[in-house]
Nanobody
C-alpha cells in the first residue's frame, strides 16, 4: 500500500513557475513508476509526465514538453514536478500517481496507476 500526498500548488501568473511535490509512504517507493496527471473542470484526467523507478527515463505530454520537468528522490520517497513558463491552459488539479506492472518501464495509461494522491490545485492567471 502506498499513500501519496501532493503539495506546492497555488496561483501563478502566466510565464511564472511552480514546483509540485508528492511525498509517498512505504518502503517500496523506488519500485514504482511515478507520474503526474491533471484534470481541468469539465475535462477528463490527462497524463502530464512520468518517471521510471530511477528517474533515468522520463516521458512528457506534448503540451508540457520543454516546460515541465519530473524528477524523483528515492531517498526521500518524493517525486517533483517543476513547472516553468506556465500558461493559463495549465490550470487544473494536479494528481500524483504510482504504478507497477512487470515489464513496464513507463506508461501514460491512467488505469496502470494503482495509487493516487488527493490532488493539488494549480491556477495560472493571464
Amino acid at each position: 500500500q502506498v499513500q501519496l500526498v501532493e503539495s506546492g500548488g497555488g496561483l501563478a501568473q502566466a510565464g511564472g513557475s511552480l514546483r509540485l511535490s508528492c511525498a509517498a509512504s512505504g518502503r517500496t517507493f523506488r519500485t514504482y513508476i511515478m507520474a503526474w496527471f491533471r484534470q481541468a473542470p469539465g475535462k477528463e484526467r490527462e497524463f502530464v509526465a512520468a518517471s521510471n523507478w530511477s528517474g533515468g527515463r522520463t516521458y512528457y505530454a506534448d503540451s508540457v514538453k520543454g516546460r515541465f520537468t519530473i524528477s524523483r528522490d528515492n531517498a526521500k520517497n518524493t517525486v517533483y514536478l517543476q513547472m516553468d513558463s506556465l500558461k493559463p491552459e495549465d490550470t487544473a488539479a494536479y494528481y500524483c500517481a504510482a504504478g507497477f506492472r512487470p515489464g513496464v518501464v513507463l506508461t501514460t495509461k491512467i488505469d496502470e496507476y494503482d495509487y493516487w494522491g488527493q490532488g493539488t490545485q494549480v491556477t495560472v492567471s493571464s
